[in-house]
């Protein structure tokens, strides 16, 4: 029996779905901002395929929710729908991964005070769509 096999019979997952249950259990919140900046990091790094240097947006729905969900991560959900109603074959990069991190931190989650045009803060393209669909459905409902 491989060392991953032996250690995932001592945490009694034996399905996808017990490893999830039991990563969200996982605690990171005593890291610093820094420190979990990091960590958020190397999920995504971890998370690729071969060679690939983005992620499928799939993948990064299910990754943020298991990362930021200790967090208390205003933007996690609405993000993660936003992200689900993006018609195409979306792939996420790393720098629009930590900028998201980054964004959830900063900016409230109706998006109150975000400029796009701020020149100190360039935020990826994908960050500015999130925004604008923000806004779009705040104002619909």
Not at 98 to 126: H, M, R
Request: charged residues 25%.
């Amino acid at each position: 029996m491989s060392e991953w096999e032996t250690g995932c019979c001592k945490m009694n997952c034996y399905t996808i779905d017990d490893f999830k249950s039991y990563l969200t259990r996982l605690d990171p919140g005593f890291l610093e901002h820094s420190e979990f900046r990091s960590l958020f990091k190397f999920a995504f790094q971890f998370s690729r395929e071969g060679t690939h240097k983005t992620l499928e947006k799939d993948i990064v729905v299910v990754l943020l929710q298991m990362t930021l969900s200790s967090r208390n991560n205003a933007h996690v959900d609405q993000f993660c729908e936003f992200l689900t109603a993006t018609e195409g074959n979306l792939r996420i990069t790393l720098d629009q991964w930590c900028s998201f991190l980054d964004f959830s931190v900063n900016i409230s989650v109706d998006c109150a005070g975000y400029d796009e045009d701020d020149e100190n803060c360039a935020w990826p393209v994908l960050i500015d769509e999130y925004v604008d669909w923000v806004k779009a459905s705040k104002g619909n409902k």
